[in-house]
């Protein structure tokens, strides 16, 4: 699956992604999250100083007994235990060790690439106090795609994402499991398999390591580029369903909407109005208006569109962060302490994307009621049905798909509800006000995968609804509408999906499509 913008050679990737203190973009994690790039550490003097003056300067602070959080005092709650300098060299293996009692699935290893890549873009800014090497052993991981076994579930998002980053501390120490060459093996195994020592944490690398935002905000990079191409997706299957049902094009004028000036929600109206060639005169017949889940598709999917914006500078801005706690301003010799680690951006992001996502979803299963209710799809056969005479009888076309697709569309909008109002205080009342973006994120991406799967609903029904509608009233002639777009994209879904003129069973169908769905199989709208 290629989730970015850019597709390489997944082969032979051209691209090197270098990691150091410039900026990355949400399609350049998701281009290491699929393996379509190479990754580089920076070998610039300047980066390498930079990093190496913080750790340097963390080293003259314990010589010169130096009091720092999570590295001479315990974590959270015990920050006023203060440890014996004899036993501070063990207090980050200690860190990753008791945080490792994550459960739930395992991130996919897509997902677990985008985590250590985001991780590593933070520790590169220079604010967290950490080695050369350790930013090579990460860098490491991703170019021999040796790859935690990370539990998706135990974190509240502050102070960021420790008990599922724990598993990336442990295994650069040669701790726990991995998955390389697609097998389960041990992490002290694959390390040594690529000709790499398993390392010993400096003071505060554990903590830098796991005190971030890096898994909710790699998962919010993913979540972002999958919605984006959903809003294509959806104007797309609307501009299908509007000719299916002979619906009216003007209803995406483009003086229509001038007078309401939202940039995404004109955009859309603009795509359908060139799919359907809406500047043309208007038939006699036709109705003057359609409802709602044809004529405001526009109005539905144009608040996804005019959100994406906003929720790229969010996600962006917190990937390029130094989030973890405490920074260290080795420029000036300070250790500032805060709470960078809270994800409160990323869990508004991803709590607004699911609801945008899920309303998609909605308006799609609105749709398809439309599409196989012979009451009002406006002439053709009731679920959609290609059996013609006797066979009519014994055959139901879609009937089954729309109880499918409304079951998802159901389930999408059960998980609308906002993580990020549920916070909890943990950890003594140490952590007593928690962001959450982490169940946000993962909340996001179920969403997302629930209204692929009504994507991939629409689509089987689009095709056919386009192809009885085509045979019905020959003269609409979808070959002849601007740049043929309709017809190229009947064309493509044809080439998978026969037409359903006898029942069978769909699920292959559907599981082709949605592979081509979360591979952005066709190009829409450039």
Known sequence: ?????????????????????????????????????????????????????????????????????????????????????????????????????????????????????????????????????????????????????????????????????????????????????????????ALADASLQPLHLRPKEGLAIMNGTAVMTALACMAYTRAEYLARIATRITAMATFALDGNAHHFDTVLFSVKPHVGQQQVAAWLGQDLLCDQPQRNEKRLQDRYSIRCAPHVIGVLTDALPWLRISIENELNSANDNPIIDAENERVLHGGHFYGGHIAFAMDSLKNLVANIADLLDRQMALLVDNRYNHGLPANLSGATGSRATINHGLKALQISASAWTAEALKLTMPASVFSRSTECHNQDKVSMGTIAARDCLRVLELTEQVVAALLITVRQGVELRSALQPELALADLPGARLAKMQTALAADIPAIKEDRALEPDLRLLLERIRAQHWKLYE
């Open 1 to 189: 699956m290629i989730f970015g913008k850019k597709i390489f050679d997944m082969k032979h990737p051209t691209k090197t992604i270098q990691f150091d203190q410039s900026r990355l973009s949400i399609e350049d994690i998701n281009a290491i999250a699929q393996r379509s790039v190479n990754v580089a550490l920076s070998n610039a003097a300047l980066f390498r100083t930079a990093i190496t003056r913080g750790a340097d300067f963390l080293d003259r602070l314990l010589r010169e007994d130096g009091t720092v959080y999570g590295v001479t005092t315990g974590f959270g709650d015990s920050c006023t235990i203060t440890v014996p300098p004899e036993l501070v060299a063990e207090l980050p293996r200690h860190l990753f060790t008791y945080h490792g009692c994550g459960l739930g699935e395992y991130f996919t290893p897509q997902q677990t690439r985008a985590i250590i890549a985001t991780r590593l873009v933070s520790l590169c800014k220079g604010y967290s106090g950490v080695s050369i090497a350790l930013l090579e052993q990460i860098t490491a991981l991703l170019q021999h795609d040796i790859l935690p076994l990370m539990p998706s579930e135990g974190s509240v998002g502050a102070s960021g994402d420790l008990t599922p980053l724990s598993y990336l501390a442990a295994v650069l120490c040669g701790e726990r499991e991995v998955w390389h060459d697609n097998k389960r093996i041990s992490a002290k195994q």
